[in-house]
């Protein structure tokens, strides 16, 4: 059972924006960096995020994220058909010793 | 470019073992933390285990701890993962994962997040 708490679903049109949600707690997002997990259909999951807010050279900039306190959020701007996966947050916690990961979210662009 | 190839998997009884192995290329494999994580079909990532560039700092999630076993070759360029005692809950894709860090001083440290992943292996615990 994960510890990080994001909604199972978000949808939006093409063009809008998307923000995904990542709850935790004071011994893992409240500690630690967290990072962005994009997983296509059939694919293995790819970085999108990490450090909170930092994306590596290749995302673009329609894909941000924050921290705050014990939860993060990624957002989803201009949202394309190429956007439907499941997204997962990730961080480690000091608590459990462990790399934690979030429930994950189907994002799905009506 | 970075390229990370797992191999090993099938299908195993109960109680049986199997290891799996991940095949590193495109970077200097000695200087990086690596990580062994899975996901059932369908389901969540789970983040299995740890091993430092070095090998003198492993890690492993409780719900395999005892059982399954990371290891690395640096002079193979390869990541391992001895899975012993297996149970039905264990079936699920199996991923190697590069951690994203960096060297200073002659040392390597994680910096806490995946930025490369192998294409997974499929495990099965069937009787």
């Known amino acids: 059972q994960s510890v990080l708490t994001q909604p199972p679903s978000v949808s939006a049109a093409p063009g809008q924006t998307v923000t995904i949600s990542c709850s935790g707690s004071?011994?893992?997002?409240?500690?630690?960096?967290v990072s962005w997990y994009q997983q296509l259909p059939g694919t293995a999951p790819k970085l999108l995020i990490y450090d909170n807010d930092k994306r590596p050279s290749g995302i673009p900039d329609r894909f941000s994220a924050s921290k705050s306190g014990t939860s993060a959020t990624l957002g989803i701007s201009g949202l394309q058909t190429g956007d439907e996966a499941d997204y997962f947050c990730?961080?480690?916690?000091?608590?459990?010793?462990?790399?934690?990961f979030g429930t994950g979210t189907k994002v799905t662009v009506l | 470019q970075v390229q990370l190839v797992e191999s090993g998997g099938g299908v195993v009884k109960p109680g049986g073992s199997l290891r799996l192995s991940c095949a590193a290329s495109?970077?200097?494999?000695?200087?990086?933390?690596m990580s062994w994580i899975r996901q059932v079909p369908g389901k969540g990532l789970e983040w299995i285990a740890y091993i430092s560039h070095s090998g003198s700092k492993i890690y492993h999630a409780d719900s395999v701890k005892g059982r399954f076993t990371i290891s690395r070759d640096n002079a193979k360029n390869s990541l391992f993962l001895q899975m012993n005692s297996l149970r039905a809950e264990d079936t699920a894709v199996y991923y190697c994962?590069?951690?994203?860090?960096?060297?200073?001083?002659?040392?390597?440290?994680?910096?806490?997040?995946?930025?490369?992943w192998g294409q997974g292996i499929v495990v099965t615990v069937s009787s």
């Open positions: 004071s011994s893992n997002i409240g500690d630690s960096f």
């Open positions: 495109g970077f200097t494999f000695s200087d990086y933390y």
């Open positions: 990730g961080t480690w916690d000091n608590s459990l010793i462990a790399y934690v």
């Open positions: 994962a590069r951690e994203g860090g960096n060297c200073s001083g002659g040392r390597c440290y994680s910096e806490g997040y995946f930025d490369h």
